[in-house]
């Protein structure tokens, strides 16, 4: 899930002003910030497995195993819950920030990549859409990017237009990763 992620943070932000959207955004993105940086230092493995060049999710093999196995994701949802306490002194923006990064782990288990409870020779849990059922995977992230901009953009007072522009710019990318899925 990519685009589902950056959604997810507008809830929490129309519910919990207090926070700059950025602390949002970066806790509903942490799962994936995380892996990209152990995938740098090689702790983590991103491997691209298909033929040719045209990449797809079905074709790549990661092992995500401590940014996004079932144990890791209680520390990283303890960090990013004192971090949101950190920088705003709410308990409330603590619990979003927290709450982000375990429903980011959600969406996975249901739309992403298979995850383990900690490590590869435990047990594998979750739905493994983007290798079983890629279209699947991609409408159910699809339908939660909109559902989100649509829970956020009825709550505000957004000129239609800015409103408009959200709509189509997360429509934009829900198209772009179809590619990734197809």
Known sequence: MFIGHYASAL???ERERRAPLWLFL???MSLDLVMYAFVGVGLEKLELVGPGSDVKFADMKIDMTFSHDLVPVLGWMAVFG???YAITKSRSVALWSAGLVAFHEVADLVVGFPHH???RGSAEVGFGLYHSAPLGGWL???ALSLG???WFTSRTDLPRWRAAALFGIVGLACLSTLRLST
């Open 26 to 28: 970066v806790a509903a």
């Open 140 to 142: 159910l992230e699809a």
């Open 82 to 84: 004192v971090l949101g």
């Open 11 to 13: 809830v929490a932000y």
């Open 117 to 119: 409870v900690m490590g």
């Open 148 to 150: 989100c901009v649509y």
